[in-house]
C-alpha cells in the first residue's frame, strides 16, 4: 500500500455560517491541494467534509496518517461511530446523529484504508494544519466572491 499523510481543517463564519473546508496530501515527494466550501454549515460539518474529500480523492487503498485538529471527527470516528451504528444512527440519549450523512460517507471512505489518526493542536504552528486551516478559510473566500457553493477544488 501506497503511504500518505493528510492534515484537514474545516473552517466557519458563523455557526451556521459560510464555511469551507481544505485538506493537504503528501505522498512520494508529490503534493495536493483539496478545498471547498459551502454557503450555509456549521464547522463540524466542514471538519468532517475535510476528511472524507481528502479520503475521497485517493484512488487506491493507502496506508493513511491522518492528522485532525477536530477532536469531533476523531472521537466520533474512534469511539461514538460504532455506537451510533448498533443504535440505529441514535445517540446514547435516542436522538438522531447529527450530521448522519456525513459520518456515514466517512465511514465509507475509512474502511478503503488503513488509517493512522493524528491530532495536532490547531493553530499551534504545525506546518501541515496551518496549510489546512488556510485552504480552509480560502474555501470561505471563494464562497463569499461567488455567492454560491464550491465543489472540490484541487491543485495538482
Do not use: F
Request: contains cysteine; glycine residues 12%; neutral net charge.
Amino acid at each position: 500500500m501506497d503511504a500518505v499523510e493528510i492534515w484537514s481543517d474545516g473552517a466557519c463564519k458563523g455557526n451556521p455560517g459560510v464555511g469551507g473546508w481544505g485538506a493537504l496530501l503528501r505522498a512520494g515527494g508529490h503534493q495536493r491541494e483539496l478545498y471547498g466550501g459551502e454557503r450555509v454549515t456549521t464547522n463540524n460539518r466542514m471538519e468532517l467534509t475535510a476528511v472524507i474529500e481528502a479520503l475521497r480523492a485517493l484512488t487506491k487503498p493507502c496506508e493513511v496518517q491522518l492528522h485532525v485538529d477536530s477532536t469531533y471527527v476523531m472521537n466520533g470516528l474512534n469511539q461514538w461511530l460504532p455506537g451510533w451504528k448498533r443504535n440505529g444512527w441514535k445517540t446514547s440519549a435516542k436522538k438522531p446523529v447529527k450530521n448522519e450523512d456525513l459520518w456515514r460517507s466517512l465511514d465509507e471512505e475509512v474502511a478503503r484504508h488503513t488509517i493512522t489518526w493524528v491530532w495536532v493542536k490547531g493553530h499551534s504552528g504545525d506546518p501541515g494544519n496551518e496549510a489546512a486551516d488556510q485552504l480552509a478559510n480560502r474555501g470561505v473566500e471563494e464562497v463569499r466572491s461567488r455567492g454560491t457553493d464550491v465543489p472540490v477544488v484541487a491543485s495538482a
